[in-house]
């Protein structure tokens, strides 16, 4: 791994984060186990089922379907009657992005429910590719015979022993539902409550469902109820027992859910290459962006790095070269540096199940125009006696260019010119640079209908917004709808037909807060985290500024809203 690798670095932060960039939480919805309001089922348990139904579709002979996130267009279908189904999309809609297929959204969403729900840690790869249309229909039914659930089961991929160890450890959550199965489980006194008879005595992610059934205990009603509605029964027991005494340990049950659900989770069609598993960076560089400070009227430096942290005492630096001047590369051994203006805990299900702790440490640093910023690095104390130089296996954390910036605290989200949805963009282009064109090139897929949108759109000189920093503003808007993770590729082509490009922008940052800015100190004592004595180099934005640019800001905003 080297840092930028955009699909792993997105795949890796949702994984073990659990939210978006912008903070949005996926995990919350389903951590720790959560109940579905209204039921007495977990959220993980509906999660689970949806995956099911949509990887349930794979073609094993001619490697159509699997888990390809069709299942979003199949909620009308009999076969995946429920309002499990339907809070699992709306759960899941608001997630995918460039980097992270709905498919993968749904993978992931497995791993963490089966993870809050004390089960193990599934590993989770990525690069599923989405369906934009119905697959095949296919799920398995309740009334079906054995030998119609085995041949089923057969397309899809496993044989009867995986089949058995399937449905064993998907049905450890969860139940069958009143109203979806009334000839299985009857109203209650209130014939509009949802009513869940469980397939164990269990909401956690436990052998249970196994001891039960074999100590004769089971309530499993796809058991012990209707009996020309017994799957459970039929399934469990195809091969007289052999596979359910084989995993009816807590270790054996939980080592063969992880292979077959790796297995489940990697249904997807021929076409589709998966990545091998996202395993934890320990040392995990984010929200790198170069961009204007409009307040204080100079460049600013943001960047985020997540470290495992193995003591309370943790502290880390970002080290940086000028791109410009006399100290360019570092030159003299000329290093600027400054300590962390905030930081925050993240965790997910993931991440919680492998007992880490994960802490975010945010730069915001103020950068002078004529220095400018060539690469980055971190020094670590890890509070333990080791001291660390994470700088990205020697290369450093390259600022490719400085000559087109995007300016979030100038870009709004929902369009303030038009009302409509969409996203109004501010860049900063290097004052003196003439581009022939200036654009972005977006990309989202939490759209209302599910479809990607990919459409780009041309940004011009903005003269409400006077120059400031040796840079010129240009704005422009996404006028069409992209959903809550619109990525884009800020680009400026010079006359010459060069391009500068400010790529993976997340609109979702729009609006956030930033912390504190940092103090801005240098050194040419070398690198160890101990050397920050060198004079102190403050280069913060002056009052005046500020205030004079307080009323820019002002004018633009009152001439736009
Ligand atoms: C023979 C194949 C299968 C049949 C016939 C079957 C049938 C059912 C039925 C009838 C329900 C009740 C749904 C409702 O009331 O809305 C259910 C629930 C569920 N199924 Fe299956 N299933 C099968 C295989 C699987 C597999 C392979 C998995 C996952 C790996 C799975 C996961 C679940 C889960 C988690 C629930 C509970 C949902 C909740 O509580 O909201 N099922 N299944």
């Known amino acids: 791994y080297q840092w930028p690798s955009p699909q792993y670095d997105a795949l890796e932060d949702f994984l073990y984060e659990g939210a978006r960039p912008d903070g949005s939480s996926m995990a919350q919805l389903v951590s720790p186990c959560k109940l579905r309001a209204g039921t ?33 267009f199949e909620l009308g279908r009999d076969e995946n009657i429920g309002s499990g189904m339907n809070n699992t999309l709306s759960d ?34 990525g690069g599923r590719l989405d369906a934009n249309v119905a697959g095949p229909f296919g799920v398995p ?11 089923n089961f057969a397309k899809q991929g496993y044989n009867v022993s995986e089949m058995i160890q399937l449905v064993a450890c998907g049905h450890t959550l969860g139940g069958v539902r009143y109203p979806d199965f009334p000839t299985v ?22 052998h249970n469902i196994i001891t039960q059934y074999l100590a004769g205990t089971t309530q499993d009603p796809l058991i012990v109820r209707n009996q020309s509605m017994a799957s459970d029964r039929l399934v469990f027991g195809a091969d007289g027992n052999v596979t359910m005494n084989a995993m009816s340990s807590a270790d054996s049950f939980a080592q063969t859910c992880t292979t077959i659900f790796d297995k489940m989770l990697s249904t997807v069609p021929s076409s589709v290459t998966l990545t091998d598993p996202i395993e934890l960076l320990p040392v995990k560089v984010s929200g790198v962006q170069l961009t204007i400070d409009t307040a204080h009227q100079q460049l600013q430096l943001q960047a985020s790095v997540r470290l495992v942290l193995s003591s309370n005492n943790t ?33 997910s299900p993931t991440s919680l199940a492998m007992g880490v702790t994960l802490k975010k440490y945010q730069f915001v640093v103020p950068v002078n125009s004529s220095q400018s910023v060539s690469k980055f690095w971190f020094e670590v104390d890890y509070g333990n006696g080791t001291t660390t130089t994470e700088d990205n296996g020697g290369a450093g954390y390259v600022v490719d260019q400085d000559q087109v910036l995007w300016v979030p605290s100038l870009s709004r989200g929902k369009n303030v010119l038009t009302g409509a949805q969409g996203v109004f963009v501010t860049a900063a282009v290097k004052t003196g640079s003439a581009p022939s064109k200036v654009y972005i090139s977006c990309f989202g897929r939490a759209t209302t209908n599910y479809l990607p949108a990919n459409f780009t759109y041309d940004l011009s000189l903005n003269s409400t917004l006077p120059a400031m920093a040796g840079y010129d503003f240009y704005s422009g808007e996404a006028t069409d709808d992209f959903g809550a993770t619109m990525i884009f590729d800020l680009v400026g082509v010079a006359g010459n037909g060069t391009q500068w490009v400010d790529g993976d922008r997340f609109s979702g940052l729009i609006g956030i807060a930033l912390p504190a800015q940092s103090t801005v100190n240098s050194t040419t004592q070398g690198t160890s985290a101990g050397g920050s ?3 102190s180099a403050a280069v913060r934005g002056e009052a005046r500024w500020a205030v004079a640019l307080g009323a820019v800001g002002l004018l633009w905003t009152v001439a736009y809203l």
């Not at 809609?93 to 599934?122: L, N």
């Open 533 to 535: 004595k060198g004079a």
């Open 141 to 151: 039914n309740a009334s079906d015979p054995l030998d119609s659930l085995t041949n």
């Open 185 to 206: 489980v009857s109203a209650d006194s209130n014939p509009s409550d949802v009513v869940v008879a469980l397939f164990d005595d269990t909401q956690t992610f436990d």
């Open 315 to 347: 502290s880390v630096k970002m080290y940086w070269c000028d791109r410009y001047g006399s100290a360019a590369n570092c030159a003299g051994n000329l290093q600027r540096l400054a300590s962390p203006g905030g930081s925050t805990t993240v965790s």
């Open 40 to 72: 007495n089922t977990t959220v993980a348990a509906e999660w689970v089922r949806l995956v099911y139904h949509d990887s349930a579709t794979h073609n094993v002979s001619d490697g159509t379907g699997g888990l390809d996130g069709s299942i979003f």
């Open 92 to 125: 899941f809609s608001q997630y995918p992005s460039k980097y992270i297929s709905r498919a993968d959204i749904i993978a992931i969403g497995t791993v963490w429910a089966v993870a809050t729900c004390s089960g193990p840690v599934i590993p989770l790869r």
